[in-house]
């Protein structure tokens, strides 16, 4: 294979050097293409853009492969935890016995929240959404935590990861708790990561909760298959915001806003206000799909479709199976997990989705899995954040750690007014 591409263009050749990555995806440098010959390139939506060169997580699209650091995920989600799943992302190795044990001494160490951040949270309305808070409280938390780290020594880098992967499940709870009017639940150090969590949501102070062990495992599991994926839209966030060398907090907090949205961690969310808009209708399927294929008001199958995945998405494959095995195992029958297999299938033999290649994604049984656990919809976005935090941290350690890195800065093609004229306020009418 040459080791250039060429492009020409107005009598004038350029050559681009082919950049190729260690699982052979292939890449056009064009750094220097504005300097040799005038030219950007354009790119809707960055679907064809490399922004960066990344050592943390491949996904190949077609084949429906993801690994973490070349570890896939079939295996991390049967075999590891999220804790180690986390620890792998952050520090590039699977920790040894001795290090796995002081990344979950420092995940117990941090994870009370400042006093004063206490104030600050009960500063929000009742009604406030959970991530407009939890990215506020991130934000917060660099006010009360010296920022100072050094992101290339691993050593002195576990205690800042440590106490945002702490204090994220603590905020995350404790917001919960508020919504509800309910006093918040403090951290119990004996518990593992996930089951902490579950008793900061739901123990009161006269009846702790214990979490059945099949729901620990599989919110576990559900925190490992959204640990990370590459260059989406958060995480790109993430990195963009720390490229100007902002710190750790307020890049993840910038993320946190990211993965809000509907289409990238707020589909979780959507896709069961859209199965339970089906219930409450009583809308046939085939009505609504052919709303989706009209685009009548914009309607979508949310839970549907992927950027990079064009075959299937291999977490939606293990999220499915789990979902089974967990309403199975505690007894739960949940109409919205039938309405939603019934969807697929539709969808799946319909010409539309099927030429378009739009299977469903890691938010379409990801809610059913959340709701059976007992995890009110608007949390939902917030379990993806909290299963997302070690990505975003991998990848804020990336940028600051790149000696050749500069500043996220991308160009545009102007397409506005040219000169105008001002005309004073009094002459405008
Ligand atoms: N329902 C109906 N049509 C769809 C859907 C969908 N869910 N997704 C894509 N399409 C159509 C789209 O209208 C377009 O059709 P046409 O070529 O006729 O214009 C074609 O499929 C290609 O789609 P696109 O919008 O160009 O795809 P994209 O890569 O820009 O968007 C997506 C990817 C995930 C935002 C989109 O598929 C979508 O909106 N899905 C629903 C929301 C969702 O489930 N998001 C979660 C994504 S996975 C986890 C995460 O990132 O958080």
Redesign the pocket.
């Given at each position: 294979m040459t080791d250039t591409a060429q492009l020409h263009y107005n009598g004038q050749t350029i050559d681009l050097p082919v950049v190729v990555g260690t699982q052979k995806e292939t890449a056009v440098d064009i750094s220097k293409l504005r300097a040799e010959s005038g030219l950007i390139t354009l790119d809707n939506?960055y679907?064809n853009t490399g922004s960066c060169s990344s050592a943390i997580t491949f996904v190949n699209g077609e084949k429906g492969i993801l690994k973490y650091r070349g570890y896939r995920i079939e295996v991390l989600a049967t075999k590891s935890t999220f804790v180690e799943t986390a620890y792998l992302l952050i520090f590039g190795e699977m920790p040894t016995s001795s290090q796995y044990t002081e990344f979950r001494r420092q995940l117990v160490q941090h994870e009370f929240i400042h006093e004063d951040m206490r104030h600050h949270l009960d500063g929000f309305p009742p009604n406030a959404p959970p991530m407009a808070i939890l990215s506020a409280m991130i934000n917060a938390v660099g006010c009360f935590e010296p920022v100072f780290m050094q992101p290339e020594d691993d050593e002195h880098f576990m205690k800042p990861a440590a106490r945002l992967m702490s204090k994220i499940r603590t905020i995350a709870a404790a917001s919960y708790r508020k919504s509800l009017g309910k006093p918040i639940v403090y951290p119990r150090s004996r518990l593992r990561y996930v089951e902490n969590f579950l008793h900061m949501m739901f123990s009161s102070p006269y009846e702790p909760y214990e979490a059945p062990e099949a729901v620990v495992e599989a919110l576990d599991r559900l925190l490992i298959l959204h640990a990370d994926?590459e260059q989406?839209?958060s995480t790109s966030t993430v990195r963009m915001v720390a490229s100007s060398q902002a710190n750790l907090y307020a890049s993840v907090a910038a993320g946190v806003c990211a993965?809000w949205g509907?289409?990238?961690?707020g589909?979780n969310v959507?896709?069961i206000d859209m199965l339970q808009g089906l219930v409450d209708s009583g809308e046939k399927l085939d009505r609504f799909i052919a709303r989706?294929k009209n685009?009548d008001a914009g309607a979508?199958?949310?839970?549907?479709?992927?950027?990079v995945y064009k075959n299937f998405?291999p977490r939606a494959t293990i999220i499915k199976e789990s979902c089974h095995r967990l309403l199975e195992k505690i007894g739960v029958d949940d109409p919205l997990l039938d309405l939603a297999m019934k969807l697929e299938e539709v969808a799946l033999k319909d010409p539309y989705f099927v030429e378009?290649k739009?299977y469903p994604?890691?938010?379409?049984y990801s809610g059913i899995i959340m709701r059976a656990l007992g995890i009110p919809t608007d949390m939902f976005t917030v379990i993806?954040a909290i299963g997302r935090l070690p990505g975003w941290i991998a990848h804020w350690r990336e940028v600051h750690t790149n000696t050749n890195a500069r500043i996220d800065r991308p160009r545009q093609i102007y397409i506005g007014d040219t000169v105008r004229e001002y005309v004073p306020l009094e002459e405008r009418g």
């Amino acid at each position: 294979m040459t080791d250039t591409a060429q492009l020409h263009y107005n009598g004038q050749t350029i050559d681009l050097p082919v950049v190729v990555g260690t699982q052979k995806e292939t890449a056009v440098d064009i750094s220097k293409l504005r300097a040799e010959s005038g030219l950007i390139t354009l790119d809707n939506g960055y679907g064809n853009t490399g922004s960066c060169s990344s050592a943390i997580t491949f996904v190949n699209g077609e084949k429906g492969i993801l690994k973490y650091r070349g570890y896939r995920i079939e295996v991390l989600a049967t075999k590891s935890t999220f804790v180690e799943t986390a620890y792998l992302l952050i520090f590039g190795e699977m920790p040894t016995s001795s290090q796995y044990t002081e990344f979950r001494r420092q995940l117990v160490q941090h994870e009370f929240i400042h006093e004063d951040m206490r104030h600050h949270l009960d500063g929000f309305p009742p009604n406030a959404p959970p991530m407009a808070i939890l990215s506020a409280m991130i934000n917060a938390v660099g006010c009360f935590e010296p920022v100072f780290m050094q992101p290339e020594d691993d050593e002195h880098f576990m205690k800042p990861a440590a106490r945002l992967m702490s204090k994220i499940r603590t905020i995350a709870a404790a917001s919960y708790r508020k919504s509800l009017g309910k006093p918040i639940v403090y951290p119990r150090s004996r518990l593992r990561y996930v089951e902490n969590f579950l008793h900061m949501m739901f123990s009161s102070p006269y009846e702790p909760y214990e979490a059945p062990e099949a729901v620990v495992e599989a919110l576990d599991r559900l925190l490992i298959l959204h640990a990370d994926h590459e260059q989406n839209c958060s995480t790109s966030t993430v990195r963009m915001v720390a490229s100007s060398q902002a710190n750790l907090y307020a890049s993840v907090a910038a993320g946190v806003c990211a993965l809000w949205g509907p289409l990238h961690g707020g589909a979780n969310v959507a896709v069961i206000d859209m199965l339970q808009g089906l219930v409450d209708s009583g809308e046939k399927l085939d009505r609504f799909i052919a709303r989706v294929k009209n685009r009548d008001a914009g309607a979508r199958l949310m839970g549907f479709g992927h950027r990079v995945y064009k075959n299937f998405d291999p977490r939606a494959t293990i999220i499915k199976e789990s979902c089974h095995r967990l309403l199975e195992k505690i007894g739960v029958d949940d109409p919205l997990l039938d309405l939603a297999m019934k969807l697929e299938e539709v969808a799946l033999k319909d010409p539309y989705f099927v030429e378009r290649k739009l299977y469903p994604n890691v938010d379409y049984y990801s809610g059913i899995i959340m709701r059976a656990l007992g995890i009110p919809t608007d949390m939902f976005t917030v379990i993806f954040a909290i299963g997302r935090l070690p990505g975003w941290i991998a990848h804020w350690r990336e940028v600051h750690t790149n000696t050749n890195a500069r500043i996220d800065r991308p160009r545009q093609i102007y397409i506005g007014d040219t000169v105008r004229e001002y005309v004073p306020l009094e002459e405008r009418g």
